[in-house]
């Protein structure tokens, strides 16, 4: 198996660069589905545990119990037969070969496109601790940055136009909305915009204003730059407006520095509520320093979606975010909104 991923990558790769058009299916599978390739036994027993506890442990900032991935075990000789598994989107194998010195590959679109393939071969599974210890946070971050790219690709292909070119015009920077998405409200240094249906409720506010200081960055900072942008958003009952949850210590909002699209930035996770009435659901913030424009811009996605699952759809709006990018040259004086 070990040889042919290698030899599948390094075909798919030349071919790709020799014709610069697509060459490969299109990869299938669930949103956030890890297909996990290793005989049964293994994944029954301490190898299948180590990955479950991280790859499907608990997402944070949900106000509802879901993993971050789904997994599903595909013994070796099944996912070799079948070209609808070596096209999953996401795969992560370990193969187990006595005296084998311990080693980690990574494929992009080996079999498919987008497509991660993770792939471990380790002596005993002592040895795929210590290397799946090292490499788990690579694998995670290689799964999410598919997870977006497929996202944007699907988004683009039906984008809302009217609301990315407002975007650039008014504001100077692009983000790719699907259609269904329009502005709320806007004004000089701010926008709401948002998706409603009979289901669920999506949204993205921003702000823009000038960088000051570092400090900025700290997360009580940015809690409460966060909620003073939530208080132009109101609620459905007089005098209610979204708020950040703070009360409670488990619900917690957690921040960490990132890279978003090659800008510094810190996302933060937690659960928004209303004040004043009893909405609330999950958001994901993001502080991004636009150092060309000498200006910080802050992304929060929310999503209202009640007694339902939650995770893929707020992965949405993250892909949405992730795709963040300033034009060429901005105005100092932005337009006024329109």
């Given at each position: ?15 790709a660069?020799?014709?610069?058009v ?5 990869s ?12 049964k036994?293994?994944?029954?027993g301490?190898?299948?545990k ?18 971050c ?7 070796p ?6 070209d609808m598994?070596?096209r ?6 370990v ?61 683009k ?7 990315s070119?407002r ?18 409200d ?7 915009i ?36 939530c ?21 917690a909002?957690?921040?960490?520095p ?14 928004w509520?209303?004040?004043g ?5 999950p ?10 424009n000498n ?23 993250e ?8 034009t ?8 006024k909104?329109?």
């Amino acid at each position: 198996m070990r040889r042919i991923l290698l030899f599948l990558s390094a075909v798919m790769t030349v071919t790709a660069c020799k014709y610069d058009v697509p060459v490969l299916p299109g990869s299938g599978g669930k949103t956030c589905e890890v297909i996990v390739v290793t005989p049964k036994n293994h994944w029954d027993g301490h190898t299948g545990k180590r990955i479950r506890a991280f790859l499907g442990r608990i997402q944070p900032g949900l106000n509802q119990p879901e993993p971050c991935f789904d997994l599903v075990n595909i013994p070796p000789r099944q996912f070799n037969e079948s070209d609808m598994f070596r096209r999953h989107r996401n795969v992560l194998a370990v193969e187990f070969v006595p005296g084998e010195k311990p080693e980690f590959e990574m494929f992009q679109d080996a079999w498919a496109f987008p497509q991660v393939v993770a792939k471990f071969t380790v002596p005993d599974e002592k040895a795929f601790d210590s290397l799946f210890d090292l490499k788990k946070e690579r694998i995670e971050a290689a799964l999410y940055a598919k997870e977006y790219q497929r996202i944007q690709k699907v988004f683009k292909a039906g984008q809302a136009v009217d609301v990315s070119e407002r975007l650039q015009a008014s504001y100077g920077f692009n983000l790719v909305f699907p259609d269904g998405f329009e502005f709320a409200d806007a004004a000089a240094d701010f926008g709401w915009i948002r998706k409603e249906s009979k289901d669920f409720g999506q949204g993205i506010l921003f702000s823009i204003r000038p960088y000051e200081n570092v400090d900025e960055f700290k997360t009580e900072n940015i809690i409460a730059a966060r909620n003073n942008l939530c208080r132009r958003i109101p609620g459905p009952a007089e005098g209610s407006y979204m708020a950040t949850e703070t009360s409670e210590p488990e619900y917690a909002p957690v921040s960490r520095p990132i890279s978003l699209n090659g800008y510094y930035a810190v996302e933060t996770r937690g659960l928004w509520r209303l004040e004043g009435d009893f909405m609330g659901g999950p958001f994901v913030n993001y502080l991004i320093a636009d150092t060309a424009n000498n200006r910080l811009v802050m992304l929060d996605t929310y999503l209202y979606s009640p007694r339902k699952p939650k995770r893929d759809l707020l992965l949405q709006l993250e892909g949405i975010a992730r795709g963040f990018s300033t034009t060429p040259k901005t105005n100092p004086e932005q337009q006024k909104a329109q």
